[in-house]
């Protein structure tokens, strides 16, 4: 597969296809959650309109009935009847006839006349069925019943609403009312949400009021309301998804738009990097033909141009290299017994260095050798700087004799430190009273260097079995170099803690300059320092880890350049009967 065939292949399964699958799965969420939604909302319409149906007709009953209860029917004339018939028609603006019927079902007087137009009319088209569907008998038996509704075309449905007027002994009468659901059917339109069509049905599906069912798929819910009656609240699936469909079509919008995009990008990219690698490949070319004169001339700020120019380094070099051979084979006659000796004093140097590693191991043991006549060229220096006939030049150079005589001294010492690879004389010790002498030591030269020491030395620690002035020799050599990288004054604190209960660390931490990274490995090696002052031998941590190795312990640092380091020492836990050899 090519270059452009592979980048392709990437930018596809990497950008493409989880933005595709992203899509996707965000629109079946969002068409899941949006059916649910909408089902809920239809549910709650139609609910509410059932609600209002049933809360219309309890409105009715109770103030229609409390008045029909009211009146004493029996005892009224003629007239009078009509009067009160007259009362209860105008109760309410929805009635739209009253009509009072005797023991036999006939209709003994009815008021259906509006002068004001507000009542609706009872069409003689539906009287005699308005007249059939009175629950007379239920009336009687119960004292009030709704009979069914009766779908008025053009109009709100009526419904009866029959009340039992007793007459003592004599069989009761029934008051008709004629009741049109007209302010029902209007609240049903304003409880819903616009899109949502919401109707009355009844119990055999036929329409009483509201609006039709749309055309199509729907998305439906229903609410029973009185008598069997239902409310129906549906719309048309393709409007209730009609926000899945934009979703959806912008998400294929934006993900093939993003397709063509990272295609596009791929295929500049991958024109990108077949340019140089076309140079480079012909570079390459050249140079097996021995044509070591070609040069990419790559110009560019990138990897590629950091190649090119290395590969015409390369070139040169190897341009160089071969017109060097061609001298040398011309000269290779007269040159091999320059070169055998050569070889001979490489061969030299290599034993010589072996020498050096023999004397770096043997300079423990001739370092106490070095003591006795170095002591005599103090002592001498002592002596003759304790003349009074001196002249200050021999003076100032006695000095130096001393110093550097002393100098010398410390060195053998330090040299010797680090030949002893046993502990003398171990013994149970209690290292927090170690490191305390260790900075005890030396607190006045922290005090005159502004340093400020913390101490958290964990008087309960376990103790360790060693010598005590062997591991505090390795404390002071830290504490030192601490203060050395604190010229300007800072912090150390030091720390002993115990370890699981199997080792005892101690931690000395200072906030001084810090040591490169690329140094923190060499720090322990002999003669190496990182010290400015040409006077760090670069024994002193050499030395302490030689003696923490000799009380098996390990020590390790921590630096970061300009935050401070942090030097660990972990010895073992003095075991019952324990003994280091």
């Not at 069509?197 to 055999?204: K, S």
């Not at 029973?224 to 899945?244: I, K, N």
């Not at 700087?385 to 004799?401: G, Q, V, W, Y």
């Not at 050599?477 to 199997?502: C, F, H, Y």
């Amino acid at each position: 597969m090519t270059v452009t065939g592979k980048l392709l292949a990437i930018v596809v399964f990497v950008a493409i296809a989880p933005l595709a699958v992203f899509a996707f799965t965000a629109m079946r969420v969002h068409e899941r959650a949006l059916d649910s939604d909408v089902l809920e909302l239809h549910r709650k319409s139609a609910e509410s309109g059932a609600r209002a149906i049933e809360a219309s007709l309890d409105a009715a009953r109770r103030t229609t009935g409390g008045l029909v209860r009211a009146i004493p029917w029996v005892a009224l004339s003629a007239d009078e009847r009509r009067g009160a018939l007259t009362l209860v028609y105008q109760q309410l603006d929805d009635v739209a006839a009253v009509t009072l019927f005797d023991a036999d079902s006939r209709a003994l007087e009815s008021v259906a006349d509006d002068p004001s137009h507000r009542h609706p009319p009872l069409v003689p088209a539906i009287a005699d069925t308005f007249a059939r569907s009175i629950p007379i008998a239920d009336a009687r038996e119960h004292g009030a019943a709704t009979g069914a509704a009766i779908a008025v075309p053009d109009d709100a449905p009526i419904v009866a609403l029959a009340f039992s007027i007793p007459r003592g002994d004599a069989p009761a009468w029934t008051l008709a009312v004629a009741l049109s659901l007209r302010a029902a059917c209007g609240e049903l339109h304003l409880a819903s949400p616009p899109a949502i069509a919401v109707r009355l049905e009844d119990a055999a599906g036929a329409l009483l009021c509201g609006e039709p069912a749309p055309a199509g798929e729907l998305l439906s819910a229903s609410a029973d309301a009185h008598g069997g009656w239902r409310v129906v609240a549906d719309q048309s699936r393709d409007h209730a998804l009609a926000s899945t469909r934009s979703i959806r079509d912008q998400s294929l919008f934006w993900a093939a738009l993003g397709a063509v995009a990272a295609i596009a990008c791929g295929l500049v990219l991958a024109q990108a990097i077949r340019r140089p690698l076309r140079r480079l490949a012909s570079g390459a070319d050249a140079i097996a033909r021995g044509d070591y004169a070609h040069r990419i001339g790559h110009t560019a700020r990138d990897e590629f141009g950091a190649l090119a120019a290395t590969f015409d380094r390369m070139t040169g070099e190897l341009e160089r290299k071969d017109a060097e051979l061609r001298a040398w084979n011309e000269e290779l006659q007269g040159r091999v017994d320059a070169r055998t000796a050569e070889l001979n004093d490489a061969q030299d140097q290599l034993l010589q260095s072996r020498k050096l590693g023999a004397m770096a191991a043997l300079t423990a043991g001739v370092a106490h050798e070095l003591n006795n006549p170095l002591a005599g060229v103090l002592g001498l220096a002592q002596l003759l700087r304790a003349r009074s006939d001196l002249d200050e030049r021999a003076h100032k150079s006695l000095a130096s004799i001393e110093r550097e005589a002393m100098r010398m001294r410390d060195i053998v010492a330090q040299m010797r430190s680090l030949a002893q690879d046993t502990v003398r004389d171990a013994v149970p010790l209690d290292v927090p009273q170690v490191v305390a002498a260790a900075v005890d030591e030396l607190a006045p030269r922290l005090a005159s260097g502004h340093i400020v020491v913390e101490r958290a030395l964990g008087e309960r620690a376990p103790r360790v079995r060693g010598n005590a002035a062997q591991l505090q020799q390795a404390v002071t050599q830290l504490v030192d170099n601490s203060l050395k990288a604190m010229p300007s004054g800072g912090t150390l604190r030091l720390a002993v803690r115990a370890i699981e209960g199997e080792l005892v660390a101690i931690e000395v931490a200072d906030t001084g300059r810090g040591i490169a990274p690329d140094l923190i490995d060499k720090i322990f090696e002999p003669f190496f320092t990182t010290k400015d002052d040409w006077r760090g031998v670069g024994l002193g941590l050499a030395v302490a880890q030689r003696i923490v190795e000799a009380h098996h312990g390990r020590i390790r640092a921590t630096s970061r350049v300009g935050s401070g380091t942090t030097m660990t020492i972990t010895l073992p836990v003095m075991r019952r009967g324990s003994h280091l050899t």
